[in-house]
């Protein structure tokens, strides 16, 4: 992997004029390498890919959900099967648990409640995977569909709860993003990582369930996520798109209306609502900007590659570089995050922005090779932050192939 790429106008002189690159057949083996090395055998069937065999040894939601689209572009079945495992442990009543623990090794049941699952849930990603199977021409089971179906049924039921029409957050993890400075108005203490995981276990205690056990609401963490929102609404029109389920497009389109009365013109972001509305959830982050998915606009592209905003040789930055918050080398303050820079390059994809989403590529390859492939990097210099190898960043591989 040694070949070279020119520079963009994404590294804004803050980085090296040159970014490694990688030919497609490079990147796909070295994808392959990681996800087999993280494939686990399901004694229930099939099996799935940790994120990381040490520092994340179970299997994730989106995780999953990300390899699925890896899985089909290098042309394994195994994308099938990852699906199947990570809905398997499904509630009656829709809800898909963010972490499913396999094997007789169950350390958390305490911390969540239960054995062999967590208690919240994660971006449900399985409509935009599901659809990118099916784009493939790989036979899915009726029974996944359904699933995919009933999971974000409960989030557009269920969770739809903010004076703005959002979906409501149960707590922070399930937006992915875990320390988000988005949170701060909530959380109300100076972030630390550990002060934040305590203060993030205790917020476990005041979700309210479902007679499932299914998580519904959280006096103590109301928070309309307008990325979560984005999120949702996108998977269910693509999982629409797929079952032609005219119901699940009309009130994912409904949930798209009230999303755009959150854009701020001013700060060129999407607001989050309810206790955050007036404070911390103004404040911009990468994440906000997946809502570019179902409104695309060009201040949001602009932002992306600006030097000042989000743009970084190695980026986007998780936070914006304005942003008091703004830390490069910080979790989830302003690392970048391979599965976020993704999702932006789809929405440039398919918003027509050749110029933004070939930045976006170069970025995140440059970022995959530099860090060694890990959770996140610095976006200024590319050091490796957080697990390495970390199985989604072999997203990148489908990247550079477009």
Request: with cysteine; proline share 7%.
């Amino acid at each position: 992997m040694t070949t070279e790429a020119e520079g963009d106008k994404g590294d804004g002189g803050h980085g090296p004029s040159t970014l490694p690159a990688a030919s497609p057949d490079e990147l796909d083996a070295r994808a392959r390498e990681i996800l087999d090395a993280a494939w686990r055998v399901d004694p229930a069937g099939g099996g799935f890919c940790v994120p990381n065999p040490t520092t994340y040894p179970w299997q994730w939601l989106w995780d999953s959900c990300f390899h699925a689209v890896v899985w089909c572009h290098l042309g394994d079945e195994r994308a099938v099967d990852e699906l199947c495992c990570v809905l398997r442990d499904q509630a009656p009543d829709g809800f898909v648990p963010h972490v499913r623990y396999v094997g007789e090794h169950r350390p958390h049941a305490a911390f969540w409640g239960r054995p062999a699952t967590s208690s919240i849930t994660q971006p449900p990603m399985y409509g935009h995977a599901l659809a990118r199977l099916a784009a493939a021409g790989m036979a899915l089971p009726d029974e996944l569909v359904e699933r995919a179906h009933l999971g974000l049924r409960f989030l557009l039921d269920e969770r739809r709860r903010s004076p703005g029409g959002l979906i409501e957050l149960c707590h922070p993890w399930e937006s992915g993003c875990d320390d988000s400075p988005r949170w701060d108005s909530v959380l109300r203490q100076p972030w630390t990582e550990a002060g934040w995981y305590a203060a993030k276990g205790s917020l476990l205690a005041s979700i309210e369930r479902s007679e499932h056990g299914s998580p519904v609401s959280n006096p103590r963490f109301a928070v309309g996520s307008s990325s979560f929102t984005a999120l949702v609404a996108w998977n269910a029109l693509e999982l629409a798109g797929l079952t032609g389920d005219r119901a699940l497009a009309v009130d994912a389109e409904a949930l798209v209306d009230d999303l755009d009365a959150r854009w701020d013109e001013e700060r060129a972001t999407w607001v989050d609502d309810g206790p955050t509305a007036t404070g911390s959830g103004r404040t911009r982050t990468v994440d906000a900007l997946v809502a570019a998915l179902l409104r695309p606009r060009p201040e949001v592209w602009a932002a992306a590659l600006d030097p000042e905003a989000f743009g970084a040789p190695f980026g986007p930055r998780g936070v914006h570089r304005g942003e008091t918050s703004f830390d490069p080398a910080a979790y989830w303050r302003g690392s970048a995050w391979p599965q976020l820079t993704y999702l932006l390059w789809v929405a440039a994809t398919r918003a027509g922005e050749g110029a933004v989403a070939g930045s976006l590529a170069r970025s995140m390859i440059g970022g995959a090779l530099t860090s060694g492939f890990a959770e996140h990097w610095d976006p200024e210099s590319g050091a490796s932050l957080g697990a390495v190898p970390q199985s989604w960043t072999s997203l990148a591989c489908a990247m550079v192939a477009a």
